[in-house]
């Protein structure tokens, strides 16, 4: 058998399902593949998620002598990307005498999946060094990184880039809806609606990103809004935009239209509500104090003992708007036995007991939580400010402007309370007086 025999084979194998049967043939061989062959294993064991194949299929190159070129090591720096191991990616990338923007790309991609945000924001100024001109993936990718850091400044500076790429990257309708949730995660609704009107094209993630922004923004009318224009343009939703609807109602406090969304899902759109939809259903609910109706909602679900975020968005809901011990308490029940490790919701029902005195029960929450060796990770927040990322923690001593930042936090406390004790006073007067 020769190499090309070697790589109609190999082909057939992958054509018919048998990829591990492909690889098996490729170390059984003693016939040097030709580079299209490698590429077309590497690449379906990136579409098939196999790390432990597409590592033979490296292993393979390494015990034959095979010296990769720039098409194989950039196939090679995909694959080790996609599956998470940034280190041999980075490895294989800095060992490269030539990079494309196909590699850079993957390694882009790679650090916003991993959630190494600032690294793929970094990576895209190295690029742009090195005189490589973006494309379309390129941009979808670093906006996403600069939306999960919530950092405006950088996204602004992308943006610009992407203006000046020319109309086929710059009119890309995934381009333009990583720019619209960018602006909107980063808080500048204007700026969102802004790349929203000035884009030549849109798609369902588009409009479902622009929906759900108004959305957390308190927009709500303007989110319902926009989702009825949705519809008469002639786009289908998807799940993930009725959730971004429902919670809009959520936020609202508008049940009875969410209801009405709520159950359109089936009748209207042929679309199953699953356990996120009825996750939102039950915040909605328990903001207007419905949490009882909330309750037997989730009972009723079906098979609703699978449905621990269903069951765990309950317990929240409960702690948050005021929700009787017993009905906590049989909530957790449920939600425990389905995710016994979830360290959150055993803060949650302390922090529900603590407000109802209950501090033995408070005492028993952490004695599980030791028990089970179940940490908090400490929740923490940023805000960027003349494009300098701030992060804070609760009780925290790190920062350099901590004792100023604590006078302003206690000055305006302080400046809450007296306007709250004058409102108080004077409704305190007129009851009197109307008496």
Request: hydrophobic share 45%.
């Amino acid at each position: 058998m020769d190499s090309i025999s070697l790589a109609r084979k190999l082909r057939s194998l992958c054509i018919a399902g048998e990829l591990s049967e492909a690889v098996s043939l490729l170390h059984r061989s003693a016939v040097r593949p030709v580079p299209g062959a490698y590429a077309l294993l590497l690449q379906e064991c990136v579409n098939r998620k196999d790390a432990r194949l597409g590592k033979r299929i490296h292993a393979r190159m390494v015990a034959t002598g095979y010296r990769c070129g720039d098409y194989i090591a950039t196939k090679l720096l995909i694959f080790y990307a996609k599956i998470g191991e940034l280190g041999v990616a980075r490895t294989l990338f800095d060992g490269m005498p030539s990079r494309g923007v196909v590699a850079w790309n993957a390694l882009i991609s790679g650090c916003t999946r991993a959630r190494l945000e600032a690294q793929a924001v970094e990576m895209f100024g190295a690029m742009r060094e090195e005189g490589l001109m973006p494309d379309q993936f390129t941009f979808a990718s670093v906006l996403c990184a600069c939306a999960r850091l919530a950092a405006l400044e950088h996204g602004r500076r992308v943006h610009g880039v992407m203006a000046k790429s020319g109309d086929i990257v710059a009119g890309n309708v995934f381009a333009n809806s990583s720019l619209v949730d960018m602006y909107l995660k980063c808080s500048s609704a204007e700026d969102a609606r802004r790349a929203f009107a000035a884009a030549p094209e849109r798609n369902v993630t588009m409009w479902t990103a622009i929906i759900s922004g108004h959305g957390q923004h308190g927009h709500v009318r303007e989110a319902l809004a926009l989702f009825q224009q949705m519809t008469r343009d002639g786009f289908r939703p998807n799940h993930v935009t009725f959730l971004a609807v429902l919670s809009s109602c959520a936020h609202g406090g508008l049940v009875d239209e969410g209801m009405r969304h709520f159950s359109s899902m089936p009748s209207d759109y042929g679309l199953t509500p699953k356990a996120e939809h009825y996750a939102a259903v039950v915040d909605m609910l328990a903001r207007v104090g419905r949490l009882r109706d909330a309750y037997e909602l989730v009972k009723k679900l079906p098979d609703s003992q699978e449905h621990s975020v269903v069951w765990g968005a309950l317990l929240g809901a409960c702690r948050k708007h005021g929700g009787d011990v017993k009905l906590v308490e049989l909530v957790a029940r449920r939600f425990f036995r389905l995710q016994p490790g979830n360290a959150g919701k055993y803060v949650v029902l302390a922090n529900t007991y603590a407000a109802c005195d209950m501090w033995d029960s408070v005492a028993g929450m952490h004695e599980a939580m030791n028990s089970l060796g179940i940490r908090k990770d400490p929740a923490w927040s940023a805000v960027e400010v003349q494009g300098k990322k701030h992060f804070f923690l609760a009780r925290d001593t790190y920062h350099d402007e901590c004792s100023a930042i604590y006078e302003a936090c206690n000055a305006l406390a302080r400046t809450i309370t007296e306007h709250s004790v004058r409102a108080m006073d004077g409704i305190s007067h007129r009851s009197w007086s109307e008496m």
